[in-house]
């Protein structure tokens, strides 16, 4: 498999993450264990020697050009817009880089452009403005796979409608199959003169959400392209080494145990209740974080209403409690058996009575997913 795509340094404040990775770079990394032989194509400022001496233990070979500066993505948090730095407009563009092979995964970069010819293309554009066609650049391919998010494709298709969107992209013949990524609502794929095909996302014991995006098109690469496998299969696949990837972002994905996921029921809108603390600035900034984050997910959240013993306990509802700020005395009053509550516990406050309780987390952006997950169809 050859990946075509950025190498950058990330970092997240909560919580702390720090290297070298970038989608290409962490795509390559993620099949490297299941695929025959992963070649990494990017630029880098350096010549690469430190990238290649780094990748050498998992098998993957490099191909590099210079760029003239580094590119850092700053996170907050993995829900929150990530600082690109330099800014985009000041990001100097390199030549294009050139690729035939059978098998190609390509993102898009944001300092050059991948021109690529092969047999099966992957292609993920990563932009919801003004995303660059496959064909923009000269590429083609034999069959291609557009991967992309949902806000991606609305603008790829120039379409609110995914199916509409779509249907008017395969009989133009711009790619044989589309799969599009809709976060904890899985994903959907469509594919030439066949019905829509939904796959559900997946259950993770801790989410780690930066780069979950290259993981899935990484993974669908290597069961569509490499593999051969149908496009349905491939992303279902995906799917599931997603939510392996969560729970350890910095190993490659094996594949032997992605067919023991649950999935994660179907959401529709419901309401998710935030409990927090607003006595300091903090504590409000994560409230209403909270609610953005939740709302940006797709679904509906509102500031808590009442008390805190009366979390969980309303018909059609889930609670998210973020401890931080409650006093003792109010924890208490808490039923840890009720199963509608989520505790965002970055303090480890909560005593020991709660220990066994199953949706307890330390972290913000999981405790985000859990409240999702756990949040009824109605």
Same mark, same amino acid.
């Given at each position: 498999?050859?990946?075509?795509?950025?190498?950058?340094?990330?970092?997240?404040?909560?919580?702390?993450?720090?290297? %070298?990775? +970038?989608?290409?770079?962490?795509?390559?990394?993620?099949?490297?264990?299941?695929?025959?032989?992963?070649?990494?194509?990017? =630029?880098?400022?350096?010549?690469?020697?430190?990238?290649?001496?780094?990748?050498?233990?998992?098998?993957?070979?490099?191909?590099?050009?210079?760029?003239?500066?580094?590119?850092?993505?700053?996170?907050?948090?993995?829900? #929150?817009?990530? /600082?690109?730095?330099?800014?985009?407009?000041?990001?100097?563009? !390199?030549?294009?880089?050139? /690729?035939?092979?059978?098998?190609?995964?390509?993102?898009? =970069?944001?300092? +050059?452009?991948?021109?690529?010819?092969?047999?099966?293309?992957?292609?993920?554009?990563?932009?919801?403005?003004?995303?660059?066609?496959?064909?923009?650049? +000269? $590429?083609?391919?034999?069959? /291609?796979?557009?991967?992309?998010?949902?806000?991606?494709?609305?603008? =790829?298709?120039? $379409?609110?409608? %995914?199916?509409?969107?779509? #249907?008017?992209?395969?009989?133009?013949?711009?790619?044989?199959?589309?799969?599009?990524?809709?976060?904890?609502?899985?994903?959907?794929?469509?594919?030439?003169?066949?019905?829509?095909?939904?796959?559900?996302?997946?259950?993770?014991?801790?989410?780690?959400?930066?780069?979950?995006?290259?993981?899935?098109?990484?993974?669908?690469? *290597?069961?569509?392209?490499?593999?051969?496998?149908?496009?349905? !299969?491939?992303?279902?696949?995906?799917?599931?080494?997603?939510?392996? *990837?969560?729970?350890?972002?910095?190993?490659?994905?094996? $594949?032997?145990?992605?067919?023991?996921?649950?999935?994660? !029921?179907?959401?529709?809108?419901?309401?998710?209740?935030?409990?927090?603390?607003?006595?300091?600035?903090?504590? %409000?900034?994560?409230?209403?974080?909270? @609610? =953005?984050?939740?709302?940006?997910?797709?679904?509906?959240?509102?500031?808590?209403?009442?008390? @805190?013993?009366?979390?969980?306990?309303?018909?059609?509802?889930?609670?998210?409690?973020?401890?931080? +700020?409650?006093?003792?005395?109010?924890?208490?009053? %808490?039923?840890?058996?009720?199963?509608?509550?989520?505790? /965002?516990?970055?303090?480890?406050?909560?005593?020991?009575?709660?220990?066994?309780?199953?949706?307890?987390?330390?972290?913000?952006?999981?405790?985000?997913?859990?409240?999702?997950?756990?949040?009824?169809?109605?």
């Amino acid at each position: 498999m050859h990946v075509a795509g950025g190498i950058y340094l990330e970092t997240c404040e909560t919580p702390s993450w720090s290297g %070298l990775w +970038g989608s290409g770079l962490r795509a390559a990394i993620a099949i490297s264990e299941m695929s025959e032989k992963v070649t990494l194509h990017g =630029y880098l400022k350096n010549n690469g020697e430190n990238l290649t001496s780094r990748l050498a233990s998992y098998r993957v070979s490099t191909e590099i050009l210079p760029r003239h500066h580094d590119v850092v993505f700053s996170y907050f948090h993995p829900l #929150s817009d990530p /600082l690109v730095e330099p800014a985009h407009q000041r990001i100097r563009k !390199q030549r294009a880089l050139l /690729l035939s092979a059978d098998n190609i995964l390509r993102f898009s =970069y944001l300092e +050059g452009s991948a021109c690529v010819h092969g047999s099966h293309v992957v292609y993920d554009p990563q932009s919801p403005r003004g995303p660059e066609k496959f064909h923009e650049n +000269g $590429s083609t391919a034999e069959n /291609l796979a557009l991967v992309m998010n949902e806000n991606e494709f609305k603008a =790829y298709s120039a $379409s609110d409608d %995914l199916d509409e969107g779509a #249907s008017r992209l395969l009989k133009a013949n711009e790619a044989q199959v589309i799969v599009v990524k809709r976060g904890i609502f899985g994903a959907n794929v469509y594919q030439t003169s066949e019905t829509p095909f939904y796959v559900p996302a997946y259950q993770s014991e801790r989410i780690f959400k930066i780069g979950t995006g290259d993981v899935f098109s990484a993974a669908f690469s *290597y069961f569509w392209a490499e593999k051969r496998q149908d496009a349905n !299969q491939a992303a279902d696949l995906a799917s599931r080494a997603v939510a392996s *990837y969560c729970e350890n972002p910095t190993v490659p994905i094996n $594949s032997m145990g992605l067919r023991d996921r649950k999935p994660i !029921q179907e959401c529709r809108a419901s309401l998710i209740e935030v409990y927090g603390s607003a006595d300091t600035l903090g504590r %409000l900034y994560t409230r209403q974080e909270a @609610l =953005y984050c939740i709302r940006s997910l797709g679904l509906e959240a509102s500031i808590g209403s009442g008390t @805190l013993a009366a979390a969980g306990k309303r018909v059609g509802t889930v609670s998210l409690v973020i401890v931080d +700020g409650f006093p003792d005395q109010c924890l208490t009053v %808490l039923d840890t058996t009720l199963p509608g509550i989520i505790f /965002l516990d970055e303090e480890h406050r909560l005593k020991p009575a709660f220990t066994h309780h199953e949706q307890i987390t330390d972290d913000f952006t999981s405790s985000i997913y859990k409240a999702c997950m756990q949040s009824p169809v109605l």
